[in-house]
């Protein structure tokens, strides 16, 4: 019933900037980006849920922003002063619930990924 897919992940220089987006269908009332490197947990980047309240790791807070896109369930991250650190497979998820919850468990739904690398 509820079908993700992530785009704009590419090859960036240390301090750039990337836009990620989801497209997204079905019951997504909170959406969250996780990513996850070689050999490393996944892990959470960024939230939002029905309401627009936001939530980011500590990571990404300050330098990342998560938003809906016209209305719709979709969402976009957008990335801003990207580290080599940063480079992963980001994975947009959702949640069919009003409170986003804390973790990967709380996330049913899954799209592909779509790889970030960031180059010093």
């Known amino acids: 019933q509820v079908q993700l897919q992530e785009s704009g992940g590419g090859s960036v220089q240390s301090g750039g900037s990337l836009k990620l987006s989801c497209a997204a269908s079905?019951?997504?009332?909170?959406m969250a980006w996780f990513r996850q490197a070689p050999g490393k947990e996944r892990e959470g980047v960024a939230s939002?849920?029905?309401?627009?309240?936001?939530t980011y790791s500590d990571s990404a807070k300050g330098r990342f922003a998560i938003s809906r896109d016209n209305g719709e369930t979709s969402v976009s991250l957008q990335m801003n002063n990207l580290e080599p650190e940063d480079t992963a497979m980001y994975y947009c998820?959702?949640?069919?619930?009003?409170?986003?919850?804390?973790?990967?468990?709380?996330?049913?739904?899954w799209g592909q990924g779509t790889q970030v690398t960031v180059s010093s």
């Open positions: 998820a959702s949640r069919p619930f009003l409170n986003c919850g804390a973790g990967i468990g709380d996330f049913p739904y």
């Open positions: 079905g019951d997504t009332r909170c």
């Open positions: 939002i849920d029905s309401d627009g309240k936001t």
